[in-house]
């Protein structure tokens, strides 16, 4: 479902890539809690997602595609791991800019490439067409209509390939969604948001062959984690703001 818009003139409105595109330069640095959160738990997912792929017995180099991929925070770890060929995909040029420069080693061996890909707008490049032993997409599908993610998805996995998915949860995103100030105006803003639920999800992902392997995981803001998240978790204690689990294609 989308979130509606507000009638409220602090904030500006805008398409996803042009949002990004401005918030490309504080995204790593303006304290927001909720990637602070899917950074540690992506480092019990990643893992458990490499497992997976090692227990296939896939021949090596595995491809690998993080799907919205940012500023590279989460292919900078991809990157670490041997026998991966990495492509990373985003709809903001400003926010592949920031992944350039914070990967140009990596880029300039020819072991990564960064690319742009506007999930909604733009067919899957015939090159990437059952391409992928996995894909890694994290906080990005709250942008997109869940039947067009799964589409797009399950379209780049190879048959058994895995999607290792995190997202806003529902239960936060029917309260607030994506957004930053513009350090430059003031302004809060904001792309298009949609605030799927886990039955949604998983629901959509089916009709593209995809099925939940390990079972979707949801997490709320406990007391004690506001320390480590930041203050701007603090009025998220007891409200569920982060899902994410690992999927596979049939």
């Known amino acids: ?35 602070a959160l ?12 490499l497992t997976r792929l090692d227990s296939d017995r896939r021949p090596r180099p595995w491809n690998v595609v993080d799907l919205g991929c940012g500023t590279g925070r989460n292919t900078a770890a991809l990157v670490e791991v041997a026998d991966l060929k990495v492509i990373g ?26 690319d742009v890909l506007d999930l909604i707008e733009q067919p899957v490049p015939a090159s990437l067409d059952n391409w992928a032993d996995a894909i890694v997409s994290t906080l990005v599908i ?6 067009r993610f799964f589409r797009q998805a399950s379209r780049m996995l190879k048959p058994g390939g895995f999607l290792l998915l995190t ?6 995103g029917g309260i607030s969604q994506a957004g930053f100030v513009d350090p430059s105006t003031g302004e809060k803003i904001r792309p298009a948001s949609y605030a799927h639920t886990i039955q949604d999800v998983e629901a959509k ?6 099925e939940v392997v390990d079972a979707i995981e949801e997490v709320s803001v406990e007391p004690g984690m506001v320390t480590r998240l930041g203050e701007r978790s603090a009025k998220w204690v007891g409200v569920k703001v982060w899902f994410g689990g690992i999927l596979r294609k049939k």
């Open 89 to 114: 995909l985003d709809v903001s040029p400003g926010m592949l800019t920031v992944a350039r420069e914070r990967l140009k080693d990596v880029v300039a061996s020819g072991r990564l490439k960064l």
């Open 142 to 147: 709250e942008h997109i209509p869940a039947d």
């Open 1 to 35: 479902m989308a979130i509606p818009q507000i009638r409220d003139p602090s904030i500006r409105y805008l398409e996803t890539a042009q949002a990004y595109d401005l918030w490309a330069n504080v995204y790593d640095t303006d304290g927001n809690f909720l990637q």
């Open 38 to 49: 899917d950074s540690i738990q992506m480092k019990h997912w990643l893992p458990r997602m």
């Open 167 to 172: 997202n806003m949860h529902s239960e936060m």
């Open 205 to 210: 992902a089916a009709e593209y062959g995809l």
